[in-house]
């Protein structure tokens, strides 16, 4: 809905969409959006490289390209050396260079944690961009990668995940969500968001109430990371679990009977999560096939949307 007094911002804040979106001309609207994130992990290049992909990835959710990147930095630089920054930037640039974008400069503050991330413009089309708000009864929900990486990170500072489980975890948050945003245009995509600090259900709890519908979710299509479950199974778990779990939980059904630590896995927030859109169903399987081949493996449909009932929830898990 645009804002009232200038029909030019396409997309605002009203549904807490992934980013704004604002015509210049009828062929050009700009995508903006801005993200930080704190270290999920000691090495400051890779810690660039995900905090790069989780900012952009906002553009690639509304359909659009991004452009230009501005750094967004936090560093405690009496107590860091500067060479820690260099890395960092140097594993942004290298996501931002790889979206096909430029960085055109930024801000940096003194702060006692290292925090980074980027403010970000794209471009779509002022008729063909994506909201979080579309999605149509009759349609089916697409996940284009895995969750469970918060529990893992977390998990990762205690030492009990399997080496190959976070190096799997990293290659995950480190890849960018463009060749999926790409193929996906190629479909008819109804609605889209990217999966992150909400958790999966936050997010897909956006998508029904924007869209006034239900989404039916199929636990057992969802991918999961290796070893996510197996963290919290043992007992870990994260600092919002338990508020992502109250955000949505007057809006939540399970129909079928799951231990507490498996439900646990839809509220874990996720960082550069991948897209969940709503596509016709007679489009799905070629999308997943496309998808396949298109270097995004894990890929899946974990649900359909239904109309919404009366008395009925947002979100069914069954």
């Not at 911002?9 to 700009?30: K, Q």
């Not at 509304?62 to 560093?75: D, I, S, Y």
């Not at 998808?291 to 890929?299: N, R």
């Amino acid at each position: 809905m645009p804002r009232i007094g200038d029909p030019n911002l396409l997309v605002g804040f009203e549904t807490s969409d992934d980013a704004g979106i604002y015509r210049l001309t009828d062929e050009i609207a700009l995508v903006t959006t801005a993200d930080f994130i704190t270290p999920p992990v000691d090495d400051p290049y890779r810690f660039g490289q995900i905090a790069a992909a989780n900012a952009i990835s906002d553009v690639y959710a509304m359909g659009g390209r991004p452009v230009t990147c501005l750094n967004l930095v936090a560093f405690p630089s009496r107590r860091l050396p500067h060479e820690v920054l260099e890395q960092i930037v140097a594993g942004a640039l290298s996501k931002i260079t790889e979206a096909g974008a430029v960085l055109a400069g930024g801000h940096s503050i003194e702060d006692d944690e290292p925090k980074f991330g980027l403010a970000v413009t794209g471009v779509v089309h002022p008729e063909r961009f994506w909201t979080n708000r579309g999605a149509q009864p009759g349609g089916v929900l697409v996940l284009t990668k895995p969750i469970g990486s918060g529990v893992l990170f977390n998990a990762n500072l205690k030492g009990w995940v399997n080496p190959a489980h976070l190096e799997a975890c990293l290659e995950i948050v480190s890849a960018l969500n463009r060749p999926a945003a790409e193929i996906l245009a190629q479909g008819q995509v109804h609605a889209a968001t990217d999966i992150t600090g909400f958790g999966f259900a936050g997010h897909a709890l956006e998508v029904a109430r924007g869209s006034q519908v239900r989404l039916e979710i199929d636990v057992d299509a969802v991918p999961v990371m290796d070893g996510a479950l197996a963290m919290y199974r043992k007992g870990m778990s994260t600092g919002v679990n338990a508020s992502n779990r109250k955000l949505v939980a007057a809006h939540t059904v399970f129909s079928r009977a799951l231990p507490s630590w498996h439900e646990q896995i839809f509220y874990d927030p996720q960082t550069s999560g991948g897209l969940l859109v709503s596509v016709p169903e007679e489009r799905a399987a070629a999308l997943i096939e496309a998808l396949h081949a298109g270097d995004v493996p894990a890929a899946a449909v974990i649900g359909r949307v239904r109309p919404l009932d009366a008395n009925g929830p947002y979100l069914l898990f069954r």
